[in-house]
């Protein structure tokens, strides 16, 4: 019998990150401690939340509930727009870490880049503060640009170990990926399957629409005997990618990790790379400032 366990990819300080987890955006409390539980149970071993899910808290009762050793998980967070700045960072990640009910964390990201970039630079040395102290066990961030990254190197001391981004078939930031390899980064995929634009208010009217009704998707899923989220999620970790679908559904939760007994051959990978549009679904990153998102505040 195939495995469900995911396999892990070596972060640039040697720490191991699984390549599939479960993300929790827009999860309710209720239906987050459920997800959580099932999903560890499934296999799963690494869980993705942010301060500004409102979920932390629901994380951690999960994680207490599934019964799996604590050291054998991998819990990320994120740091929000309004704890940036030094101080406010540290007093941001010791919310998180309250609500989570955890002695630590294995990723701590800062959710977005901002216009205002020294806040962005002030946070992620306070993020390196955590690191150096053991309250973390990688740092990284979410969103950024290559000029981002190169902005950030230029003004802190630890490379992210991840940058946490939107990817999918119809936007696949191939040049982005090949300069955060190249630093050393892991690339992240947040909305993997391309569902930004079922639950993004202001998500762009540019490009396609969902990747899972795509003709070319569906028709190596036929091919393989599988889902076309599975075909999706399938693209993302032989590109190196690490995915964090989200579902609270159990069905859903079982069929993402599911995809560990096939391979995509060449001409499938490059049918799926063609699908790119180059057109986001999800907000600029160039364009965000510290009061962005109040909804989230």
Not at 51 to 61: D, L, T
Not at 192 to 219: C, E, F, H, Q
């Amino acid at each position: 019998m195939t495995s469900k366990r995911s396999p892990t990819i070596k972060l640039n300080n040697g720490v191991e990150m699984p390549t599939l987890g479960l993300g929790v955006f827009q999860s309710s409390a209720e239906d987050t401690v459920k997800a959580v539980t099932t999903a560890i149970a499934d296999g799963y071993r690494l869980i993705d939340t942010a301060s500004a899910y409102k979920n932390e808290r629901q994380v951690g009762e999960g994680i207490r509930n599934s019964g799996i050793p604590r050291e054998q998980l991998f819990v990320t967070t994120k740091l929000w727009l309004t704890d940036y700045g030094y101080d406010a960072a540290l007093r941001g990640f010791d919310g998180s870490l309250a609500k989570l009910g955890l002695d630590y964390v294995d990723l701590y990201l800062l959710h977005w880049p901002t216009k205002n970039f020294d806040a962005t630079v002030q946070s992620y040395k306070a993020a390196e503060k955590l690191l150096a102290t053991s309250r973390v066990r990688a740092i990284g961030v979410c969103n950024h640009t290559e000029q981002h990254l190169d902005a950030l190197i230029a003004s802190t001391d630890v490379i992210p170990a991840v940058n946490q981004v939107e990817l999918h078939p119809y936007f696949s930031q191939k040049a982005l990926r090949n300069k955060s390899t190249s630093l050393g980064i892991v690339t992240e995929a947040w909305s993997p399957i391309g569902g930004v634009k079922r639950y993004w208010p202001g998500a762009s009217s540019t490009g396609n629409g969902d990747p899972l009704v795509d003709s070319v998707i569906t028709g190596i899923a036929k091919a393989h005997g599988k889902t076309p989220a599975q075909i999706v999620l399938r693209w993302h970790l032989q590109n190196q990618v690490v995915a964090i679908p989200k579902s609270v559904s159990a069905v859903r939760i079982a069929e993402n990790i599911d995809i560990f007994d096939f391979v995509l051959n060449d001409t499938q990978m490059a049918k799926i790379d063609a699908l790119d549009t180059g057109a986001r679904g999800g907000p600029d990153p160039t364009q965000i400032d510290t009061d962005s998102f109040s909804e989230y505040s």
